[in-house]
C-alpha cells in the first residue's frame, strides 16, 4: 500500500514502513511499521538521499554518474513530477520481481541535457521486499554516456556492520561480518557472472535491525556501504560500473537491473522474509509451488567415464530406492570423453549412450523414472565441430591470446546470431530428448570480454542480455520443465537466475559438514526450495573427508535431495538405508521443500549448527543439528530450536539411523524448545564406531504439535 501526504509518501509493507518525501529525494524514514498516522514535517531536510549524484556537495558514493555530450560528468537532477502505477512495469530484457502491488514512479530531470532520472519503489501486499529500480532517458538531441547507474540508494545514519556472503568454487556464501567504521567498502563481481567470489545479497546490521539488499542481475554487480565521518550510512547497490559505459542516443533509455531491500529487527526474520519472498515474486512457473523430484546424478559416479550399460544400472538401482528422476549429466554429446573437447557440439555420442539420447531417455523412462540431461549452452571448446565450423562464435579479443579455464572459451552471447544458435540447438536438445528437467551449467567466468561493432563498455551487460533472452525463450518454450541452474556448483546463485530456473546446484562441495556452512551461508538470503543438496559417496571428492550416509542425507534433507554417487555399488544395507532416507523424504516433502526454513546454532563460529524447517501453521517440524567436532570431556553439545508456537506443545522423536539406534522421544512446550539448550547427551555415543575423528555427527528431530 503507498499512501500520500502532498509530496510525502509512505511505502507500507505488512511490517515496515519507508517514508519518501518525493520533491526533494529524501529518505524520512525505513524501519518497523509506522502505525500513529503522525506527520513528518520535523524530519524534513534529511540529509539522507534517494540517489545521489556528481556536481553538488554530496561527496559521498553515488548512485548517477552521467557523462554529458560535452564530457561533463555533472548534473543537476531536479523533482519533476510522481505517480503511484497500480501495474509494475517491466523492465526491458530484465528479469524482474512479479505479482500484485503498487509502484511509486518518481522523475527527476537534469534541466540543461534534458536527462531524465526515473527511480521506481513498488511494495506488494503480501511481502515486507521493496523492489527498486531506476531508469535513465536521454531528452537530449545529443548522444551521452551512462557511467553508473545504481538500483538502490538507501542513506542510513549511524554505523552498520556490512555482512557479505563470499567464497570461491566449492566453499561459496561463507558469512562475512565487517565493521566497517569510517570508510567505503564494497562488495563486487568483475567477473561477468554474480560469482562464487561475492554474492550480491548483503546485509547492513545495526543497533536499530537489519537491512538487506539483493540484485535480481546474474552479471557483475557492485554493493557498497560508505560510512562517513558526519554519520551517514550509504548504501548503494547496482551493475558494477567496471569497465562501464554505456551510450545513450537521443530518446533511448538505459534501465538498471531490479534491486530488492527489506528491513527487519533481527537476521532471522529478514531471512524469513527474503525466503517468503523469492517463493511468492520471484521463482515462477509450473514447478514454483510443486514438490520437487528426488533424482539421482550420475556426475560424482562416473564423470566421463560411462556407456549405456553403467548408466542403466545407476538408474536401476535408484529406482529400487525410491528416486523419481535421473540427470544424465556432462559426457553424453559429441567426443566429449574429457573437459577438453567437445562443449558446443550438442549432438549425441551414440557409442556412450547406446543410441542416441532419445533411446537411453526411453529405456529410463521404461524403468519409471523421469529424465533429465546437462548442458552448458554457453560455451565452446576449441576442439570440437563447432569451433572448427564458426571459431568467430567464441568470445576473444582480436590478437591476443583468450584465457583458457577448464579448457574451454565462452561464447559470445552479445551477439544474436551466437543467441539464435544456441536457442536453436538447446531447445533441440530438450525436444529430442523429451526431458523433464535440465541442469543449465556455466563452468567458467568471463575473461575476454570483447565483440565486433560491440562497444567495450557495454559488452558485460550486452552479454546478460543475450543470456536472459535466450534463458527466458527457452523456459517459456518449455514451461513443463524443471531447470536446476548451475555454475561449477553455485557460481551464478542469485535472483537473476530464480526468475528462469527454480532451483539451483549450490555447490560441487557434496561433502557434510562443508555443505552444512554452504547451505547456511546461502540461506540467509535464499530459500532451501532453490538449493539442490545431494548425497555423495566417501570419501568425499571434494575433501577426502568421510562422513556416515546418515549424517549426508540430514544434511542434505536442508536443501532438494538428491543423490549424486554410483547407487549400484551401494551394499544390500546401504540400499535399505537409502530406501528408507527417501520414504521418509517423500512423506515428509511439502514440510521440508516449502516450510519456514530456520538456521539453528552458528555455522560459521560454535561447534553446534544446523537448521529447521517449520510448517506454516506451526504444527510440525524437522530440525537437522549437527556437532562439527568430538570435544574430549567438553561441554554437553545442546541446542534450542527456533520458529515453533510458544504456547504448544510438542512430541518430538529423532529419525532412527543406523548409527544411532536409541531414538528419543518426549513431549515439551515450544517455548521451553526454543529459550532452553536441549542437552544431546549421546550425540556422539557412536564416535567408537567411526574411525574418522573430523566427522559431523547429526541427529533429525521431527516435531508433532499435540496440544495448542
Ligand atoms: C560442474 C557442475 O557443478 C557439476 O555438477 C557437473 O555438472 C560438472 N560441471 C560437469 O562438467
Given amino acids: 500500500m503507498i499512501r500520500r501526504k502532498g509530496p510525502v509518501f509512505c511505502l507500507e509493507t505488512p511490517n515496515t514502513t519507508l517514508v519518501i518525501k518525493a520533491d526533494t529525494a529524501e529518505y524520512l524514514y525505513y524501519g518497523k511499521k509506522l502505525v500513529s498516522g503522525g506527520g513528518f514535517e520535523p524530519f524534513f531536510g534529511s540529509p539522507r538521499k534517494i540517489f545521489s549524484q556528481y556536481g553538488g556537495d554530496d561527496y559521498t558514493e553515488y548512485s548517477v554518474l552521467l557523462e554529458n555530450a560535452d564530457g561533463g560528468m555533472s548534473t543537476a537532477f531536479a523533482f519533476s513530477k510522481c505517480k503511484i502505477l497500480t501495474e509494475k512495469p517491466e523492465i526491458a530484457g530484465l528479469p524482474s520481481s512479479y505479482g500484485t502491488g503498487k509502484t511509486l514512479e518518481l522523475k527527476y530531470v537534469d534541466l540543461p541535457t534534458k536527462a531524465a532520472l526515473y527511480l521506481y519503489y513498488t511494495v506488494f501486499d503480501d511481502s515486507d521486499v521493496i523492489a527498486v529500480s531506476s531508469k535513465l532517458v536521454n531528452g537530449s538531441k545529443k548522444e551521452m554516456h551512462v557511467r553508473r547507474l545504481a538500483s538502490v540508494q538507501l542513506d542510513l545514519m549511524g554505523d552498520y556492520s556490512f555482512v557479505t556472503f563470499e567464497g570461491t568454487w566449492a566453499r561459496e556464501r561463507q558469512k562475512i561480518s565487517r565493521e566497517i567504521g569510517k570508510g567505503v567498502?564494497?562488495?563486487?563481481?568483475?567477473?561477468?557472472?554474480?560469482?562464487?567470489?561475492?554474492?550480491?545479497?548483503?546485509?547492513?546490521?545495526?543497533?536499530?535491525?537489519?537491512?538487506?539488499?539483493?540484485?535480481?542481475?546474474?552479471?557483475?554487480?557492485?554493493?557498497?556501504?560508505?560510512q562517513t565521518q558526519s554519520g551517514r550510512a550509504r548504501i548503494v547497490c547496482g551493475i558494477n560500473d567496471f569497465m562501464f559505459r554505456w551510450a545513450l542516443a537521443p530518446g533511448e533509455e538505459f534501465a538498471s537491473p531490479e534491486a530488492v531491500m527489506c528491513y527487519a529487527p533481527s537476521e532471522d526474520a529478514l531471512s524469513l522474509a527474503m525466503h517468503a519472498f523469492i517463493?511468492?515474486?520471484?521463482?515462477?512457473?509450473?514447478?514454483?509451488?510443486?514438490?520437487?523430484?528426488?533424482?539421482?546424478n550420475n556426475w560424482e559416479g562416473t564423470y566421463f567415464d560411462f556407456n549405456e550399460e553403467k548408466i542403466l544400472n545407476i538408474a536401476r538401482a535408484a529406482k529400487e530406492t525410491g528416486v523419481e528422476l535421473f540427470v544424465l549429466d556432462d559426457g553424453w554429446f559429441g567426443n566429449r570423453c574429457d573437459d577438453r573437447r567437445a562443449l558446443g557440439d550438442w549432438f549425441d555420442n551414440e557409442e556412450k549412450t547406446g543410441g542416441g539420447?532419445?533411446?537411453?531417455?526411453?529405456?529410463?523412462?521404461?524403468?519409471?523414472?523421469?529424465?533429465?540431461?546437462?548442458?552448458e549452452p554457453e560455451m565452446i571448446n576449441e576442439d570440437s565441430e563447432l569451433y572448427r565450423s564458426h571459431p568467430n562464435f567464441a568470445m576473444?579479443?582480436?590478437?591476443?591470446e583468450p584465457t583458457r579455464m577448464r579448457n574451454q572459451l565462452c561464447l559470445n552471447l552479445a551477439d544474436e546470431?551466437?543467441?539464435?544458435?544456441?536457442?536453436?540447438?538447446?531447445?533441440?536438445?530438450?525436444?529430442?530428448?523429451?526431458a523433464s528437467y535440465v541442469k543449465w551449467d556455466y563452468n567458467r567466468m568471463l575473461t575476454d570480454p570483447f565483440g565486433k561493432n560491440i562497444p567495450q563498455g557495454e559488452y558485460f551487460h550486452r552479454y546478460m542480455l543475450g543470456y536472459y533472452r535466450i534463458v527466458s525463450r527457452i523456459t517459456k518454450k518449455f514451461p513443463s520443465v524443471l531447470f536446476e541452474g548451475c555454475s561449477g556448483g553455485g557460481g551464478r546463485f542469485d535472483l537473476g537466475n530464480f526468475c528462469y530456473f527454480q532451483q539451483y546446484w549450490t555447490s560441487d562441495d557434496t561433502d557434510a559438514r562443508e555443505r552444512l556452512k554452504i547451505q547456511a551461508g546461502s540461506s540467509y538470503g535464499y530459500p532451501q526450495t532453490v538449493m539442490g543438496a545431494h548425497v555423495s559417496a566417501c570419501p568425499n571428492h571434494q575433501t577426502g573427508d568421510s562422513n556416515p550416509l546418515e549424517t549426508r542425507f540430514n544434511i542434505a534433507c536442508g536443501g532438494l535431495l538428491g543423490y549424486e554417487l554410483d547407487m549400484s555399488k551401494l551394499t544390500e544395507d546401504e540400499m535399505k538405508t537409502v530406501a528408507a532416507q527417501i520414504a521418509f523424504y517423500k512423506e515428509n516433502r511439502?514440510?521440508?521443500?516449502?516450510?519456514?526454513?530456520?538456521?539453528?546454532?552458528?555455522?560459521?563460529?560454535?561447534?553446534?549448527?544446523?537448521?529447521?524447517?517449520?510448517?506454516?501453521?506451526?504444527?510440525?517440524?524437522?530440525?537437522v543439528v549437527s556437532a562439527s567436532e568430538y570435544i574430549i570431556c567438553g561441554p554437553v553439545p545442546s541446542i534450542?530450536?527456533?520458529?515453533?508456537?510458544?504456547?504448544?506443545?510438542y512430541e518430538v522423536?529423532?529419525?532412527?539411523?543406523?548409527?544411532?539406534?536409541?531414538?528419543?522421544?518426549?513431549?515439551?512446550?515450544g517455548d521451553l524448545l526454543m529459550n532452553a539448550k536441549l542437552p544431546l547427551h549421546d550425540l556422539y555415543s557412536d564416535t567408537q564406531s567411526w574411525e574418522n575423528s573430523r566427522r559431523l555427527y547429526t541427529r533429525m528431530f521431527i516435531f508433532k504439535k499435540v496440544k495448542s
Fill in 185 to 226: 567498502f564494497y562488495n563486487d563481481s568483475k567477473k561477468g557472472g554474480s560469482s562464487h567470489d561475492r554474492n550480491p545479497f548483503v546485509i547492513a546490521e545495526g543497533e536499530d535491525g537489519v537491512y538487506g539488499f539483493n540484485l535480481i542481475y546474474s552479471g557483475n554487480h557492485k554493493e557498497l556501504l560508505e
Fill in 279 to 296: 517463493s511468492e515474486h520471484i521463482v515462477r512457473g509450473k514447478w514454483k509451488k510443486r514438490e520437487r523430484p528426488v533424482l539421482v
Fill in 357 to 375: 539420447l532419445k533411446h537411453l531417455a526411453d529405456k529410463i523412462r521404461e524403468m519409471g523414472l523421469d529424465f533429465g540431461i546437462w548442458v
Fill in 396 to 400: 576473444k579479443v582480436p590478437g591476443r
Fill in 417 to 434: 546470431k551466437v543467441q539464435n544458435y544456441v536457442m536453436r540447438v538447446i531447445s533441440d536438445v530438450i525436444a529430442r530428448s523429451g
Fill in 590 to 623: 511439502k514440510l521440508l521443500q516449502f516450510g519456514d526454513h530456520y538456521r539453528l546454532g552458528d555455522a560459521f563460529g560454535g561447534n553446534m549448527a544446523g537448521f529447521m524447517t517449520v510448517s506454516k501453521d506451526k504444527n510440525t517440524a524437522i530440525a
Fill in 640 to 649: 534450542s530450536f527456533k520458529g515453533l508456537n510458544p504456547s504448544a506443545v
Fill in 653 to 669: 522423536t529423532t529419525r532412527e539411523q543406523v548409527n544411532y539406534k536409541n531414538v528419543l522421544s518426549f513431549t515439551a512446550g
